[in-house]
């Protein structure tokens, strides 16, 4: 149990901090919970996050997938063309407003920084591909993100294109760009490819923060609501993230078969198709400016639980995706060819 839990420590503490940020955001006041918020700065911490994933990345590993980028452009495609089109036709059926606007958002964020490439190596995958994917969809969402949200919901509610575009210029493009540039120092890539461990554990680290502040946000409004999302609505959008990111495995494993593409690429198409990343869908979510400001809908009219199906949809992807990779890691090499 222990050596499980050592291995799944992100998993956990995933589960921890949603409960506990609920839990403490139900029962504290406002002013805590703002003073809270200031003084972890989301914003910052997703600047950390990927500055240090992207610092993490070894650029010399993607030579292969450059020369041979089928795998890397459909996997994309399913990311951010399937998924999302998909998105907008399952918010329909969500139960409230809040809800409606969080499952599109997840839809539309680009692929996981680490996750897919680790779940990938781990399931005896091409890594190289996988982190092609990241680096491809993160370094286009402050366009792709804005035009599906845009699109989805703009003309239904207020929707401030521009400033959505440069919030993530400063808080996606910006990181992601300075990471990989630092690489360009020797030492600085030497040490990033030395510690790559440790930093990434530090980036998973900021992402509970990230998440925990996310939740006791959460858990404030549901007091100041005054009810909860009922468990219909919290089945619903639950389903239906899990439906989206298996929709995106599907999708990318047969469109690998239909072009014979190699089964390393396969996995990791499995992967970088279908996971999407939490600190830029909790930044959208929840930044003032966008759709955490609490007049979104007029005065006094916010949409506070708008964050949870980006929770849900990211500790879903998670739980699946490790019960996936583990199996097809088992499988025998000569049973690896189909």
């Known amino acids: 149990m222990l050596h499980f839990i050592h291995k799944q420590w992100f998993l ?20 805590n919970i703002n003073q809270l918020t200031s003084y972890l700065a989301p914003k910052r911490l997703t600047q950390i996050v990927l500055y240090l994933m992207a610092f993490s990345l070894n650029s010399r590993l993607l030579y292969e997938s450059f020369r041979y980028p089928g795998p890397v452009l459909l996997s994309a495609s399913t990311n951010y063309i399937a998924i999302p089109l998909a998105g907008m036709f399952l918010m329909q059926m969500q139960i409230g407003i809040d809800f409606q606007i969080g499952l599109m958002i997840s839809a539309s964020t680009p692929c996981t920084m680490a996750a897919a490439s680790v779940w990938t190596r781990k399931a005896k995958g091409n ?42 210029v400063l ?39 990230l998440v925990f502040a996310a939740s006791c946000r959460g858990g404030l409004n549901i007091k100041s609501a005054g009810e909860a999302p ?32 190699a089964r390393r690429d396969r996995i990791a198409m499995l992967f970088a198709g279908s996971q999407k990343t939490l600190p830029i869908g909790v930044l959208v979510a ?45 499988q025998p090499v000569e049973d690896q060819t189909g």
């Open 230 to 261: 009922g468990v219909q609505a919290i089945l619903l959008v639950t389903l239906s993230a899990i439906c989206l990111h298996f929709l995106g495995m599907i999708l990318a494993w047969q469109a690998g078969k239909w072009f014979n593409f």
């Open 286 to 330: 929840t930044d003032p400016m966008l759709f955490g400001n609490p007049d979104y809908l007029g005065p006094g009219q916010g949409i506070p639980f708008v964050v949870f199906p980006m929770l849900l949809f990211h500790g879903s992807q998670l739980f699946i995706d490790t019960f996936i990779a583990n199996k097809i890691a088992a």
């Open 12 to 31: 956990f503490g995933l589960t921890l901090f949603i409960s506990a940020g609920l839990w403490w955001g139900y029962h504290s006041s406002a002013e």
């Open 171 to 209: 808080s996606v493009l910006l990181p992601v760009s300075l990471g990989q540039l630092s690489r360009l120092i020797p030492p600085a890539a030497r040490f990033a490819d030395r510690y790559k461990t440790p930093l990434g554990v530090i980036a998973q680290l900021c992402v509970l923060f």
């Open 127 to 168: 890594d190289a591909v996988s982190l092609l994917v990241t680096i491809l969809t993160n370094g286009i969402c402050f366009v792709v993100t804005p035009f599906w949200l845009t699109w989805a919901i703009g003309s239904e509610v207020q929707l401030d294109t521009g400033e959505m575009v440069w919030r993530l």
